[in-house]
Structure formats: structure tokens, C-alpha cells
């Protein structure tokens, strides 16, 4: 689905600890593999963070989401 011409990035995805606070590794998990695909297709990624910077930004770094940017959709953050 991601190579339609219509698909402009992967997402929304990322971490929301404000309204989820239960099973953050669950959430952490499937941001990995979003971010993933962003890279498989080469497209930028939609990131949400709600109280939740230090993970999603240590994720980002580890995963090199770098590599297809992206913008961040909800960022209630310092």
C-alpha cells in the first residue's frame, strides 16, 4: 500500500504515555516496525509523542528514522 502515489508517509505513529500508560512496550514495538517500513519504502514518517519524548526520541535514534525524516503530528513536549 505504501508504493500508491497517494501515500505521502507512515503514520501516524510513535508513543502516547498520557492517555496509555499501560503496555508502553507494546506501543514501543509497533512504533519500531512503523518506522521500519518508513525506511523499506522510503517514506517520511508521522510521529505522535505525548509524554513520551525521551523514549520515542532514543527509538528514532536507534531504529535511523533519520534516514526518511519526517514530521511530528502531536508534540506536547519541552
Known amino acids: 500500500l505504501a508504493a500508491h502515489p497517494k501515500v505521502i508517509g507512515i503514520g501516524e505513529t510513535g508513543l502516547d504515555y498520557y492517555w496509555h500508560k499501560d503496555r508502553p512496550e507494546w506501543q514501543r ?30 527509538i528514532l535514534r536507534e531504529e535511523r528514522a533519520a534516514e526518511v525524516g519526517g514530521v511530528m503530528h502531536c508534540f506536547t513536549e519541552t
Open 29 to 58: 514495538a509497533r512504533f519500531r516496525t512503523h518506522i521500519a517500513a518508513a525506511r523499506r519504502c522510503g517514506k517520511p514518517l508521522i510521529v505522535h509523542t505525548r509524554d513520551s519524548a525521551e523514549d520515542v526520541i532514543q
